[in-house]
């Protein structure tokens, strides 16, 4: 079996929200970063200018949750500045501030293993995190990451000689096709009544883009068309001593699919 | 070598209440040997079950020097996992989804809620390694093993099988069920120190010693077709339509023959008398350790029944509710309540799963109690056990239901019925009035039967009022038992048919069923056909028809009659009153069954509330997942009881120092009375109670009268006679 190298990056964040698309009013948060957040970070820091496909694992944990206020800015397209609102201008144009409410996660680590496809990135990717061009943020620019250990490691698809289960307390993102052939079990639990499959919340999770043109050539209008990952988000996971799955060298699940 | 205990009081060390179990698992096996069960299993988790209980902190609960340590203990179900041979058992083939049930097993072979947290439980384990070294037993043999750590793919604290979707895992759960309520058998009869089973090796021989006693009298005497027929088919599961009066229970016994079985029936007067004609005709000797009878008042029964037969009463009682006795006679509540699947429910299953179960009178329950028989059976079936369902009159929507439930079944061509007539009904379209009665009353015995408690009092009132000094009676439901059991003593001797004392007895479906009286004439008001055969049944119950008219029913006119839309389906009854009305006159038994099958088919009752009510109910109790329900919801749930058992005041006051001195025996603890003198007190006090329904409860004041911590009585403001029960004032 085909040992991958990773960067394993373990990361804490103070209060962070990772936007789910569909809310505003209240800007709810997913748990733990989307793919295509943790794929950003990873791009900026290295100061890559094209895309890079890689893998990523994401778990952790977080302390709690708060709803704080947030500012908000309001841009409409070709909105000119108008004087008698509360705006700002920005040369011509103007921006409405206001507020709203943020839901935030408090105290968050995070675990995260980055398999780029392309192995000669890995010393690129360590070197990024290890002495950062600018301080990095994961979520929205002011959720600033501290980052605590990063670290190459050897991920491989190996069985286990006990059942392990995750890490204490922490959560993950697991791809759903992990979870079709049972080698992901679930612990039910004393409420979990008449069920002890697919214990978690599903979520459809962004990883990738492609600008799609739906306008004509001479106007363009591009829009984003998203590459989705289904997950079940739990901590009530572990992997058997009969399966094989994918671990890390200090025996860390680690939650990636397979290539098709 | 360290003692360590498995109980307290008498001291029982771990070794030999294990012992103690493999001893009736041994009986379980030699008896019942065709149990689909792995054995070798079942042995492992009897040896096992309790081995947890070597933990320091249980052995310090019970007394045990060396015990120590504090806080919370870890239930030891949860502990003794700890000592599966889980390797072993890999080696011997055993696959992933077996070895976890018998992980399961082990750990909640008591229900105890899993409130503990992981890493507790984990030290808890490790910390047993110590004990473990100081254990010795002899009998564990090559499966003495201890793990510090479980592995999580068998069992954590949580785990559980589930009845799942796929074949699969409904087989899985038939295992857990099974390894674990047998476990439970074994466990509760070595800890009551009974015998898990009973053989039944007696009852075919007491069939034929019943025959010969017929043959003496007569000697053309033979078991009649329908005898026959439930003989030939023991192994199958049958529905039979037979009148009464067709020799029912000695059918279900020759079906049941040499095997363990359950005879239900819906009312415990019914029971009673079965239980009584049983034990006095057809199992003459040994009783106490044949047949038994399990509704709510056992032990009562018992206690009247001690005189007559040799028997420990306690271990007797103990025998009964532990469903070991070969032959149990009981209300369907006691067996089907596993339907809901509460935790805990296992043990009863497991043993159906090797038994055969008579139902009678199926025509008397009601939509939710049908409910839950129709699920009863379907599991039953799926895990080996037997049904029959006798009935006079059959609801041809229970056999539609019992097929799409999955149930198989057989049924015979032939009606068990006598060509012989009894009634000539005339139908009246009014509501039911004294006046009509009133002339009737020659040199005859009547029974007049309303719908309702009220209606029966009025026409009670109305007749006594007429016939001053005469024999005019009134029973219903609304009696202390005791009034209630002087007066079906009176019926029944009123009822005789060769009594000769002209009366009048006016009641209310109470008398429907299990008593066997033979009234001259019945006066009755419609509730709907099946109820209404029923109450004919009490009238030239045993003769031919030798008059013009001896049923009378009211129809209620362009009215209904009483309780109709209330606790009587309006759609029934409607249906009931039109088809009665085509056939008024002479009526066959034949014909009766027919009415029955036309008013009750799925295609009429499809519609009606009662269709509505039965399918709910059935849905109802699937969408509950397994061991959601802990038991004593499942006690609520079950029984729907809406009234509450009172003393009416009067009643209080005239009897105060009979009542005081049961208090006074109740309060008493364990050490100064014994179990059977508070049963004695229990049954006495019970004997001034009456259950009133609701609503009638909450338009009354009460008082609660606490006899100690765990009873009270409830004393009830209202105006009680014992000739016409309770009224308010």
Known sequence: MLIMKAIRVKLWQDLVNFKKPTSFQLKETYPLPPYSTVIGMVHTLCGFTSYHEMKISIQGKYFSKVNDLATRYEFKNGGKYDVERHQI???????????????????????????????????????????????????????????????????????SKKSTEISDGYNAYVPISLTENNSIHFKSHESSVGRDKLLGTRYSLTEKYERVNHGTEKAPKFFRKWRKKDVIYSSRIFVSKKDVFFFDEDNYLVFIEEEE | MQKYLAKSNPKETIQEHTDNLLKNYQRLKKLYPAVEIDWYLLELVCLLHDLGKMNLLFQKKVGNDFGKGKGEEIPHGYLS?????????????????????????????????????????????????????????????????????VEMLYFYPGSRTFEGNSAADAETFKKYVLLKGLLNRIDFAASGGIDVEL?????????KVQ??????????????????????????????????????????????????????????????????????????????????????ETYSQYLLHEGNAEMDIDEYYTRTRQMSLPVTICTLDQLFDFVFRYAGFEHKLATLSYSKV???????????????????????????????????????????????NGVNFVQPKEKFVSSRVRHSMEMVHTEIESEFIKPFFNNN???VICNTINKAKKIYLELKEHFQGEEIHLIHSQFIKKDRSAKEDAIFKDGQKDSTKKCIWVATQVVEASLDI??????????????????????????????????????????????????????????????????????????????????????????????????????YVK????????????????????????????????????????????????????????????????????????????????????????ENVVEFKCGYSDEIGIFMQ
């Not at chain 2, 053989?199 to 069939?207: K, R």
């Not at chain 2, 109450?535 to 009378?552: I, K, P, S």
């Not at chain 2, 839309?565 to 009526?587: P, R, W």
């Not at chain 2, 049963?679 to 606490?706: H, Q, W």
Request: glycine residues 6%; negative net charge; hydrophobic residues 40%.
């Open chain 1, 89 to 159: 201008k920005v040369d011509k144009y103007g921006v409405s501030r206001g507020v709203s409410t943020a839901e935030l996660l408090v105290d968050l680590e995070l675990l995260l293993h980055i398999i780029p496809e392309d192995p000669s990135l890995v010393p690129i990717i360590e070197k990024a995190f290890r002495e950062p061009i600018e301080f990095p943020s994961l979520g929205r620019r002011e959720d600033i990451a501290t980052i605590q250990e990063v670290e190459i490691v050897d991920v491989e698809k190996r069985q």
């Open chain 2, 445 to 447: 015995r009547i029974l």
């Open chain 2, 358 to 404: 008579i139902i009678d009178e199926i025509q008397m329950y009601s939509s939710d109690l049908l409910a839950y028989l129709i699920l009863g059976l379907s599991y039953i079936d799926k895990f080996g056990g037997k049904f029959c369902i006798m009935t006079a009159t059959l609801p041809g929507i229970v056999t539609d239901l019992l097929l799409e």
């Open chain 2, 211 to 296: 025959l010969a006693h017929f043959k003496a009298e007569n000697p053309e005497a033979d078991w009649n077709s329908l005898q026959k027929y439930m003989m030939r088919h023991q192994n199958d599961n049958i529905v039979v339509i037979a009148e009464t009066g067709m020799g029912k229970t000695e059918a279900g016994l020759l079906w049941l023959g040499n095997n363990k079985g359950f005879f239900t029936l819906p009312l415990r007067t019914a029971i009673n008398a079965i239980y009584e004609r049983i034990t006095k005709n057809i199992v003459t000797t040994n009783q106490a350790e044949r047949v038994g009878l399990l509704h709510s």
């Open chain 2, 518 to 619: 033979d009234f001259d004439l019945l006066f009755t008001e419609l509730s709907d056909v099946n109820g209404l055969f029923q109450r004919m049944g009490r009238c030239y119950r045993n003769r031919a028809l030798d008059v013009d008219t001896n049923v009378y029913v009211f129809d209620g006119g362009a009215k209904v009659c009483s309780g109709v839309g209330t606790f009587i389906d309006k759609l029934i009854f409607g249906n009931s009153k039109t088809i009665l009305n085509e056939h008024a006159g002479v009526l066959t038994e034949e014909k009766k069954m027919e009415l029955v099958e036309q008013v009750y088919s799925t295609e009429a009752l499809s519609g009606s509330e009662f269709y509505n009510d039965l399918i709910e109910m059935i849905n």
């Open chain 2, 623 to 710: 969408a509950f997942d397994s061991y959601e329900l802990d038991k004593a919801d499942v006690r609520m749930r079950f029984r729907n009881i809406n009234s509450v058992s009172v003393i009416p005041e009067k009643v209080w006051q005239e009897n105060a120092e009979e009542i005081n001195s049961c208090f006074v025996a109740l309060r008493k603890t364990s050490k100064e009375i014994s179990t059977k003198e508070k049963m004695i007190a229990r049954t006495n006090l019970a004997e001034f109670m009456v259950s009133v329904p609701d609503y009638l409860y909450k338009k009354g004041k009460s008082v609660v009268r606490e006899i100690n911590r765990y």
């Open chain 2, 81 to 149: 996992v700890a000592f599966v041979p889980d390797s072993k058992l890999e080696e011997m083939g055993y696959s992933e989804d077996e070895i976890k049930v018998v992980y399961q097993a082990i750990a909640r072979h008591h229900e105890r809620k899993y409130d503990f947290s992981d890493s507790d439980w984990k030290k808890e384990i490790i910390r047993l390694e110590e004990q473990w070294t100081n254990f010795n037993y002899s009998r564990l043999g090559e499966n003495a093993e201890y793990s510090s750590e």
């Open chain 2, 199 to 207: 053989e039944n090796d007696f009852l075919m021989d007491s069939m």
